[in-house]
Nanobody, 120 residues
Framework: QVQLVESGGGLVQPGGSLRLSCGAS????????MGWFRQAPGKERELVAF???????NYADSVKGRFTISRDNTKNTVYLQMNSLKLEDTAVYYC??????????????WGEGTLVTVSS
């Protein structure tokens, strides 16, 4: 059994900052790519950023220069530092990780999501 648990969402004013965290726990052998997706009301889920096990990163154009993804492999945790937040960043943010379990099953796992609301 593997779980991803997010934290750090909340209400913030435009221009503000938030830091999201997502920890993976359970029968983990290794974690490859970890990332963040988001889904705004009435829209499809979209990729925000991802980071591979070596620290290589990729960002959606809409967040480049404002968001930073990082990970702590010793804690099986991925972070998303969000700065200069805009109204359009309002969404439920989901953590995703490609995990190999101790039984050598290889699949994607998702967190339950954390709500980020940017509002004045």
């Amino acid at each position: 059994q593997v779980q991803l648990v997010e934290s750090g969402g909340g209400l913030v004013q435009p221009g503000g900052s938030l830091r999201l965290s997502c920890g993976a726990s359970g029968a983990i052998f290794s974690i490859n790519v970890m990332g963040w997706f988001r889904q705004a009301p009435g829209k499809e889920r979209e990729l925000v950023a991802f980071i591979n096990s070596s620290g290589g990163t990729n960002y959606a154009d809409s967040v480049k220069g404002r968001f930073t993804i990082s990970r702590d492999n010793t804690k099986n945790t991925v972070y998303l530092q969000m700065n200069s937040l805009k109204l359009e960043d309002t969404a439920v943010y989901y953590c995703n990780a490609h995990i190999v379990t101790t039984s050598r099953y290889d699949r994607d796992y998702w967190g339950e999501g954390t709500l980020v609301t940017v509002s004045s």
